[in-house]
């Protein structure tokens, strides 16, 4: 799924979905798992009756042009595992190693 028409249409991938929605947001907006789920379904489709290399298929939803939630969401937070402070990380690599030469 793509929501970058232009750069999609010069790499070629063997199929796309194209979504004219902000970057980052081909489902849709936040908070709305129903238009989500059905955007996905959609896209799930279209990949099945794809049948000719480098199509887009271009969805017809359309993004509210006065919804700019997405400008207001921080990406930063919240959405990755924490990674292991310097020391953990070198005490998991260690425990790794070992147990591979353990066999």
Same mark, same amino acid.
């Given at each position: 799924?793509?929501?970058?028409?232009? @750069?999609? /249409?010069? %790499?070629?991938?063997?199929?796309? %979905?194209?979504?004219?929605?902000?970057?980052?947001? /081909?489902?849709?907006?936040?908070? /709305?798992?129903e238009l989500q789920?059905?955007? %996905?379904?959609?896209?799930?489709?279209? #990949?099945?009756? @794809?049948? !000719?290399? !480098?199509?887009? %298929?271009?969805?017809?939803y359309v993004w509210?042009?006065?919804?700019r939630s997405w400008?207001?969401?921080?990406?930063?937070?919240?959405?990755?595992?924490?990674?292991?402070?310097?020391?953990?990380?070198?005490?998991?690599? !260690?425990?790794?190693?070992?147990? #591979?030469?353990?066999?």
């Amino acid at each position: 799924m793509t929501s970058a028409l232009d @750069i999609t /249409q010069s %790499v070629k991938p063997p199929r796309a %979905v194209f979504v004219n929605f902000p970057l980052g947001h /081909q489902t849709g907006p936040p908070d /709305q798992p129903e238009l989500q789920r059905r955007i %996905v379904i959609d896209a799930m489709r279209a #990949f099945d009756t @794809i049948s !000719a290399p !480098a199509t887009i %298929v271009e969805l017809p939803y359309v993004w509210d042009a006065n919804d700019r939630s997405w400008e207001d969401i921080d990406y930063t937070r919240g959405w990755m595992p924490a990674r292991p402070s310097r020391d953990a990380a070198d005490k998991l690599e !260690a425990e790794r190693q070992a147990k #591979f030469r353990r066999g």
